[in-house]
């Protein structure tokens, strides 16, 4: 299984972008898909959560109001249109997947629940 992330760029304060996430070697709809994002300096961090049927979205208080998490099992992909985009938004962006098959709880706070990652997409908001 191999995750594409892309969609990053620079884009101004209070700007916008849609980042994509596209799986490929396995259907998408049997994972739940994050994206968490990395400062330099500092830890990774979970944005949004989508489970696998997309009936579950978890966003991280920076990202709740400004944030939307999707998904299209018919596309293999899974957006995060950001909105209102902030210099502290600022990191690489990636997206990750956990394996939905079995069942059970999954945190999906918790970097080491994710089976695969994608290459990163890196996002910079200037002021």
């Known amino acids: 299984v191999q995750l594409q992330a892309s969609g990053g760029g620079l884009v101004q304060v209070g700007g916008a972008l849609r980042l994509s996430c596209v799986v490929s070697?396995?259907?998408?709809?049997?994972?739940?898909i994050a994206w968490f994002r990395q400062a330099p300096g500092k830890e990774r961090e979970v944005v949004s959560y989508?489970?696998?049927?997309?009936?579950?979205?978890y966003y991280a208080d920076s990202a709740k109001g400004r944030f939307t998490i999707s998904r299209e099992n018919m596309e293999n992909s899974v957006y995060l249109t950001m909105n209102s985009l902030q210099p502290e938004d600022s990191a690489i962006y990636y997206c990750?997947?956990?394996?939905?098959?079995?069942?059970?709880?999954?945190?999906?706070?918790?970097?080491?629940?994710?089976?695969?990652w994608g290459q990163g997409t890196q996002v910079t908001v200037s002021s």
């Open positions: 990750a997947a956990a394996d939905a098959s079995g069942g059970g709880y999954l945190d999906s706070t918790d970097p080491d629940e994710y089976d695969y």
């Open positions: 989508i489970s696998s049927s997309g009936e579950y979205i």
């Open positions: 070697g396995s259907s998408s709809r049997n994972y739940g």
